[in-house]
């Protein structure tokens, strides 16, 4: 059974770091594209970040770039999401996803439409 399970979510303060981790079982997470998305309350679904299997290629949403970075550690078939400067604005539950869709091994892409199998999320509260 294909599973994706986050962890490394919960409490920091403004400027904090926090590692997301996305553990894989069930398939091998170096053949599939890989999305971190976020969802706060009220407020739809988006893409933060995406790890282009075939060559290793990343995306990052404006609101993230240079402080999120996205990782594969294929001997542990985990991806992490590496979080730094955290804002108050980054409070969501975040969510790892795999996607199979063979075009997602050329191109990259955060539309959650594209992605088959998710994890079960993890919250992110950055407050003071």
């Known amino acids: 059974q294909l599973q994706l399970v986050e962890s490394g979510g919960g409490l920091v303060q403004p400027g904090g770091s926090l590692r997301l981790s996305c553990a894989a079982s069930?398939?091998?997470?170096?053949?599939?594209?890989i999305g971190w998305f976020r969802q706060a309350p009220g407020k739809e679904r988006e893409g933060v970040s995406c790890?282009?299997?075939?060559?290793?290629?990343?995306y990052y949403a404006d609101s993230v770039k240079g402080r999120f970075t996205i990782s594969r550690d294929n001997a542990k078939n985990t991806v992490y999401l590496q979080m730094n400067s955290l804002k108050p604005e980054d409070t969501a539950v975040y969510y790892c996803?795999?996607?199979?869709?063979?075009?997602?091994?050329?191109?990259?892409?955060?539309?959650?439409?594209?992605?088959?199998?998710w994890g079960q999320g993890t919250q992110v509260t950055v407050s003071s």
């Open positions: 790890l282009k299997s075939s060559d290793g290629d990343t």
């Open positions: 069930g398939f091998t997470l170096d053949y599939y594209a």
């Open positions: 996803a795999a996607s199979t869709d063979p075009q997602l091994l050329f191109r990259l892409s955060v539309s959650p439409g594209e992605y088959d199998y």
